[in-house]
């Protein structure tokens, strides 16, 4: 009996020393170690430059406009006439657009009085106008004036309302 108890005993602990190592080798087929995968490759976004500011669009130049109006004077007067600031104001914002443009200054007058003093008269109408378009900013050597007196009418001088048209400065490009 002694002998077949250790020899029993010898097979069992033969069989679980067996019976263990498969188990292992089971486990160990039966779950394969995991793999680790390499990381994946993230390109980094490099920044984008940033877009260059788009230059500043390029100032509007207006073309000079140098269809004027004629400044008008009272009888016998070579003051200017407070409506007539509007208009010269017009005048000097044209011509500081291309300050090498020369202009000419028409002094006119009705028929009213001697040819002498409406030749005069003309010139300093033309002076007037001059000096508040110097005083605006505009260059004077770019200004010219000229005298015509009642030798150029626009219109009849046998009414007050052509009169009235007549005594005039007209802005002409040289």
Do not use: W
């Not at 073309?63 to 400044?71: G, I």
């Not at 300050?99 to 007037?128: C, Q, T, W, Y």
């Not at 900013?137 to 770019?142: D, K, L």
């Amino acid at each position: 009996m002694k002998y077949l108890r250790t020899s029993l005993l010898l097979a069992a602990i033969s069989l679980l020393s067996f019976s263990l190592q498969s188990c292992k080798t089971k486990k160990a087929i039966a779950k394969p170690a995991p793999v680790e995968k390499p990381a994946p490759v993230v390109e980094e976004k490099k920044p984008e430059p940033a877009p260059a500011p788009a230059p500043p669009p390029a100032p509007v130049v207006e073309k000079p406009n140098y269809n004027f109006s004629n400044v008008q004077f009272e009888f016998n007067s070579g003051v200017l006439k407070t409506e007539s600031f509007a208009i010269l104001d017009k005048i000097a914002a044209e011509m500081k657009k291309d300050p090498s443009v020369k202009f000419v200054l028409n002094g006119h007058s009705s028929i009213e009085g001697s040819a002498s003093h409406n030749m005069s008269l003309s010139v300093d109408r033309a002076n007037s106008v001059k000096q508040y378009l110097q005083n605006a900013g505009v260059s004077s050597a770019n200004l010219t004036i000229k005298g015509f007196g009642a030798t150029q009418p626009v219109a009849s001088n046998d009414n007050e309302e052509g009169r009235v048209l007549n005594r005039r400065v007209e802005v002409k490009r040289n």
